[in-house]
């Protein structure tokens, strides 16, 4: 029986109990005579609102499904679409593709295999058909909702198969080439599915129970499945009276949130009942919620502050209430109540879907009897809370603090050009590298030029961006029949809100395709062995053939014309289909007669593609010549490249071998044409070479109506083989393999611990991290080179410069290579001195003296470092509290830790961790005999298992037995955290490790550990 709580009632009673403020920024219907019912609601990354569901038709035959587009800004409709046919149809989910498309799924009876099958529609953006697809068999089939992958552009489409006979949920993995697999889960045991959402590998599905010998019936299951479609994990939710699920949503650090309905708990008849979960689907709490009469829980989403909102039905507005109004909740991150609302008539309305906005506001959809054009009508609304975040700050920042990083653009076509008709996307990371969450993020796209017959969204929305948090950003493009070859120049900026944070620029490269053509690369005659009994040897002509166009050549032969007294011998020269860019041979072989009396002969070979010529080449052939094999003629394309560096002649260009990373190309164009740098294409691996080239174009006298031009390179080799070749207008060099070994690497570790009064560990945090580095030499390094400064007479401030300096100077002398790895740690003080520059303290600093003695990080750390070419780490624990741990943090305190972070982000060529972020400082316990940052790095490098307070383990690695210093960044933030949050509870602020670094840096291994 459930206990009626006198808080619940007062809670019912008093809706608008917080004093938080709560707008409606915009309410509206859409529909008309008919009835329209909503299911479910996105907004799309261009900001339109989608909503889809069905509505029943005027002209009585049956329902349709139905796609309402609204303006998300003022909830204006755009366009509403109905899909059908003569039977019943209806939409249960909806999702956006990375091309910028709408993956729609629901249930059809007008076509299919069976009384009703499952139903995929995909529309544009402006809700216009794309294509249809039905699935399923003889019985009744449905999905009820859908999630994307956009990493795999794989769709996850969820639903019922045969009603449930023979597998309760039902799972197709679905990609634009078709299915991937089609899979069924569970035997009786589900007895329906009331939500889909992401599960970071694959998808979580829950609904209520069916009795079975798993559980009891109405009860809450949830089910993870992973995108290779093995079943992962089940969970239950319920006590011994009815329990039905609503929906499930994924949150940003991976818990899931559930709503549902419970008559076990609460103040009324029926409770909306939320839960959540950690990320195995272990429940870390629970909450029902509502009045003294039914309430029901049918969506849920998560807020931009962490909290949480539900949305349902509830009778419980009003005593007696006779019909349903749509029932809004708001809790915080661990459940307890914020605020509630009801809106609607006298008649039954429902909020069925609720999501964020990209600028924080709720977007409710549902259906609505009180108000529209019809008997019932979808339903829109916005809310707007008072505590969403504003980007009006950052207008003073952003010219001081960079905020935010672009990576290099993509386009996803298989060889990076737009053609037309393509309907594709771009993409890029966006990464917030500074300290502040940065609200209504968007990306702003604009063409410069070349733009004709090329469409890409203008804006693309990612919402709320955490500090210190990468986003990928995919932006649809798409390419009209009129697309014409050339340049499309981009413009993209980073905004947050209307203010600008950064921008970049990129090409995207046109092409219209060309049909097939086969033109002749290469040619060669050779004089074969002559045979016993006959007067002349035979000749063959080898013909080699390169299809520069975009498309398939069919039925391509290649034709030989020869003069009377030559014989035809034998002749390979039908060559059929040939691929774009694809190369194919012919072969001929003839013979002189004795009725043929020159000493020279032209031969014409005719190119044929579908019956078509294509080309005709005459060749004019020397009978006498004693060489035996011989190449010449008038041929087009018969371009010669020769490698004069590394000569071909001289070396064995199949088997070189180099430890520069650089190697140098230079070749020498035969040809009769001219050419341009455009016409030379360089290759590694098959991939095309993009960067500097130089062409160095000298003609010399013709010789038989050839030019020559000398073409000159830098490649940038990868580590290992490296098969190189140039194509110039489909003519190939011959390859050249390149075996690149880096030198070995060597890890140069510099420790430095000052010693101070007030604080016991820096000296000790020092020894400890040079000593963790002893055992790795022979493994991830060939040696080790370790400098210690833990001592009072060597960490003075001249002894400290001086060992930076030192490592400049073994730079410069070739102590440290290039590929060497420099790790340079230090425990210590800091103040922020003189003309706001940020200073270490050395050992016997004396206050006395201001910072005339310290040590400037900028001058004396930074910039000798700077000097030096090989990967660079520097770990910073410069931002003490003492050895007891301060009850306050001062401002001195944390401005230090702030100077220390913006020095470093400014810091080019270097990665640099801190000990804590801005705002922040570092502690020291005795539990611990070191620094925190020290004892989480030293756990990281025992690689030691943890347990958080959830009960699950983490540590640095699981994937092999290498640290990189992502991992270790990883693991410090969680660990750091851990360790404050325990051993000093009292503690003034918390302390959480900040890194600025770059991608490359952050995928170098840096530590083997012990066990093998």
Known sequence: MKNI????????????????????????????????????????????????????SVSGKGQDGLIAILDTRTGQKIRMTNIGGNKDERFDGVAQTNQGTFLVVGTTSSSGAGKKDGWLIEVDAQGNKIQEKTFGGAGDDAFKGITYDPETSTAFLVGQRDGGSGGDIWVVSWKETGVEWNKRFGKKAYRNIAGVTDGGDGIVVVGTTSKSNLRPADDIYM????????????????????????????????????????????????????????????????????????????????????????????????????????????????????????????????????LLSHDGRLLISG???????????????????????????LVSMKSSIEMVRMSPVELHTHDQKLKPTDQTYLSLRVDNVSELDLPDLRLKVQTTSGAKGVTIWESNFVGKLEAQTPAMVRIPVSASEQLESGKVGLRLQVLSGNVPLAETAAVLEAKKPVPARLDIANYQFKMMTQERGANYPNIRLTLDLNNSGDYSTRDAIIQLGIPQGLQIVSQRGKLGMVPPGGRATAVFEFRRTANYRSDRATVVCVVLNQGQEQSRQPYTLD???????????????????????PNQDEIDINNITTQDPEFSIRTTIVTNQRIRMADVGVYVNDNALEGNKELDEELIAPKAGFNTYTYRNKI?????????????????????RVVYTPRSRNLHVVSIGPQHADLKYTS??????????RSQEGRLFENIRLEEYTQPDNTTREAIQKAILDMENKY????????????????????????????????????????RFTIDYQSDILDPLNQIGCKKLIMLDACHSG?????????????????????????????????????????????????AFTEAILEALQNKKIMDRDGNIFQASTDDNFLTIAELYNYLQRRVTQLVNQYKPDAPTGQTPYMTADELSMNLPLYEFTQR
Not at 324 to 335: E, F, H, I, T
Not at 368 to 384: C, E, F, P, T
Not at 824 to 847: A, N, Q, W
């Open 5 to 56: 709580s006198t808080v619940c009632i007062l809670l019912m009673l008093g809706f608008g109990l917080a004093a938080q403020t709560v707008e409606i920024n915009w309410d509206q219907t859409f529909g008309e005579r008919s009835d329209e019912v909503i299911t479910q609601s996105l907004e799309a990354s261009n900001g339109t609102f989608i909503s889809v569901g069905y509505t029943t």
């Open 223 to 354: 089910v993870k499945i992973k995108s290779s479609g093995e079943e992962d994990w089940v969970r239950f939710f319920g006590e011994r009276d009815y329990e039905e699920a609503g929906d499930v949503k994924r949150m940003p650090n991976g818990d899931y949130i559930l709503v549902g309905t419970t008559n076990a708990q609460g103040s009324g008849r029926l409770d909306a009942w939320l839960l959540r979960t950690d990320q195995q689907g272990y429940q870390k709490w629970n909450r029902p919620f509502g009045g003294r009469d039914d309430d029901e829980g049918l969506s849920v989403a998560a807020t931009y502050d962490g909290g949480i909102i539900l949305v349902g039905r509830s009778r419980s507005h009003a005593p007696n209430a006779r019909a349903n109004k749509a029932y809004v909740v708001k809790v915080d991150a661990g459940g307890t109540l914020e605020w509630q609302r009801f809106y609607g008539g006298s008649r039954d309305d429902e909020a069925t879907a609720v």
């Open 367 to 393: 259906t609505v009897q009180s108000k529209g054009a019809g008997n019932k009508d979808g339903w829109a609304m916005a809310l707007r809370e008072g505590s969403i975040p504003s980007a009006d700050m």
């Open 623 to 645: 009978l006498n010549n004693p060489e035996g094999t011989f190449a010449g003629g008038q041929t087009q394309m018969g371009n010669m490249l020769i490698w004069t560096e």
């Open 716 to 736: 940038r080799l990868k580590e290992g083989e490296n098969i190189i070749h140039l194509d110039v207008n489909g003519a190939e060099s011959r390859k050249i």
């Open 764 to 773: 000790k945090d020092a020894r400890d991290f040079a000593n963790a580095f």
């Open 812 to 851: 410069r002398n070739g102590e440290i290579l290039d590929n060497d790895v420099l790790v340079v740690f230090i425990s210590s003080h800091g103040v922020v001195g003189t003309g706001d520059r940020f200073k270490l303290l050395p050992t016997g600093y004396d206050s006395r003296y201001g910072d």
């Open 883 to 931: 050895a007891s741990g301060s009850r306050s943090a001062t401002a001195a305190d944390t401005r230090r830790s702030e100077m220390v972070n913006r020095i470093n982000a400014s810091a080019p060529g270097l990665s640099t961790l801190a000990s804590c972020k801005s705002f922040e400082m570092s502690y020291e316990d005795d539990s611990w005999q070191n620094g």
